[in-house]
């Protein structure tokens, strides 16, 4: 079976069904999704104009995709690839990536959601290392919940779209300067999201200092429809300005977040953090949290 890769700046209607395609068989296959959120707006709202797609084909068949954001120029392109199910196991995967690090001269860094041991097997055929692991975390919704309590002078209220954007753009920003995904996000990157039927401006909690918003609990409904799971709950996003930090705001958002999850009638919830925040995992574990699963990024050594 011959196979081959094409590089593309943007995609067309058919060729983004055939990827959707590709994209499902393999969360089907490996009960995780091989492709994170951001690169699944994107894919599906037209592409990152910055962005690459390359398809992999085997004869004229779709076998594989992949999807390269060159935008963080300090660390290098970040890459995230799925071959189909009923194309694995035939050198598909070295192929695609092949074409990745030809693409990249080389210097990119391969995230592998669930930790997938495949994924695993081709980083380390091509000589790349475990860099990063992401955790994913959960805990019942039906446990008991600590009361909290808000700083003096915050309250909190919920996001008007048309409105909070811009304040919260900024407060993003700033709360997640060193973080090199989150602290990044464009206005083009909050819109795609508010235009998602997940987005609830209920479940987007801020807290406000007055006017001055001082911190936020973005939370998120995973759908059973959309996730081949019964609905979950998210801690998709808790920021605090960094001139609200060490009041414990953090926590009471975090707390106040899960309260509104609960009131949706979830049984559980869930949220990501990186392996090195020592610090937060402390948080979400005081908070009945315990790790479920992890994504590991690789790079060349």
Known sequence: MNARAEIRERLDDQEIAGVLGVVEAATEADGVRPLNEHVMLHLRYG????????????????AGYAHVDPT?????????????????????????????????????????????AGAGALATAFGFERVRSLWQMRRSLYAPLAAYTLPPGVSLRAFVPGQDEEAWLKVNAAAFAHHPEQGAWTMDDLL??????????????????????????????HGS?????????????????????????????????LSHL????????????DETNTA?????????FNRWDVDVMYAPE
């Not at 999201?193 to 609990?217: Q, S």
């Not at 937060?280 to 009945?288: K, N």
């Open 225 to 257: 429809t959309d996730h081949g799971h019964e609905p979950l709950g998210e801690v998709y996003v808790v920021g605090v300005d960094p001139s609200q930090q060490g009041t414990g705001l953090g926590r009471s958002l975090t707390l106040a977040g």
């Open 47 to 62: 592409g990152d104009p910055q962005a690459r797609s390359v398809l992999l084909w085997a004869d004229s068949t779709l």
């Open 192 to 221: 795609l999201r508010e235009r998602e039927p997940w987005f609830d401006p209920e479940g987007f909690i801020l807290a406000c200092r007055g006017d001055r918003l001082a911190g936020f609990h973005w939370t998120k409904i």
């Open 262 to 273: 609960r009131s949706r009638g979830l049984a559980q919830a869930m949220l990501y953090v």
């Open 280 to 288: 937060a995992i402390r948080l979400y574990e005081s908070l009945g």
């Open 72 to 116: 963080d120029e300090v660390e290098g392109p970040s890459v995230e690839l799925v071959i189909h199910p009923a194309h694995r196991r035939q050198g598909n995967g070295t192929t695609l990536l092949r074409a990745i690090t030809d693409l990249t001269n080389g210097r990119l860094r391969l995230w592998a959601h669930g930790d997938h």
